[in-house]
């Protein structure tokens, strides 16, 4: 079993959906969890930063940690087309900095 | 403010050969992290550096092996190319402190033949 389990989709879905992205995890000592997104022939950029359990919001993006259910989820309001991208989540814990990452979800957001 | 540059953006290699891939990272940035990216496997953690010293290491073969130089600009190597070293290798520079502020740069596409 892989440290971190991304579904790697795609998924589709039409313009103006909620769209919701998951990873799970095995390792209880990750506290910091990130959610990068990859446009195709470019390198990842950060998108979310959350630290240990809870909500962050970051206009249309929402990411949710749930330690207890070693959970991790990324939500995309109104989703546009140029949401269409490769996203990947990451978490590390405080003795490691090094991110461990999910292999990607593919999503893609049609007119 | 520039961000991480890579080079060359493509290669082209065949079996047996050697390949350095090159990596700038944003100023005043001192740490450099090498992954390597494939569709199987994802990514994959390299080494990463810190003031010219390799702090972290992840499990690759010895063939792979990179270095910083005093202006924080890093290299990596990799010696006696094989068909699956095949991949997009990125390079990611962040302050030391911290790690949520990591940038990558757009990678380096390796093909081995």
């Known amino acids: 079993q892989k440290e971190v389990e991304q579904d790697p989709g795609p998924l589709s879905v039409p313009e103006g959906a909620i769209v919701s992205l998951n990873c799970t995890y095995s390792n209880s000592a990750f506290q910091y969890f990130m959610w990068y997104r990859q446009y195709s022939r470019k390198g990842p950029e950060l998108l979310m930063y959350?630290?240990?359990?809870g909500n962050k919001e970051d206009g249309r993006f929402t990411a949710q940690v749930d330690k207890s259910s070693k959970y991790i989820s990324l939500f995309i309001r109104d989703s546009q087309p140029s949401d269409s991208a490769t996203y990947l989540c990451?978490?590390?814990?405080?003795?490691?900095?090094?991110?461990?990452f999910g292999r990607g979800t593919s999503l893609i957001v049609h007119p | 403010k520039a961000g991480v540059t890579q080079t060359p953006r493509y290669l082209i290699k065949t079996r047996g050969q050697q390949v350095t891939l090159s990596c700038s990272p944003i100023s005043g940035h001192r740490s450099v992290s090498w992954y390597q990216q494939t569709p199987g496997q994802g990514l994959q953690f390299l080494f990463e550096?810190?003031?010219?010293?390799?702090?972290n290491k992840g499990n690759f073969p010895g063939r792979f092996s990179g270095r910083q130089f005093s202006n924080s600009r890093s290299e990596m190597n990799v010696s006696t190319l094989e068909l699956g070293d095949s991949a997009l290798y990125l390079c990611?520079?962040?302050?030391?402190?911290?790690?949520?502020?990591?940038?990558f740069g757009p990678g380096t596409r390796l093909t081995v033949l």
């Open positions: 959350t630290y240990s359990s």
């Open positions: 990611a520079s962040f302050r030391a402190e911290k790690t949520d502020t990591q940038y």
């Open positions: 550096y810190f003031s010219e010293t390799q702090r």
């Open positions: 990451a978490m590390s814990g405080e003795r490691s900095y090094i991110p461990t």
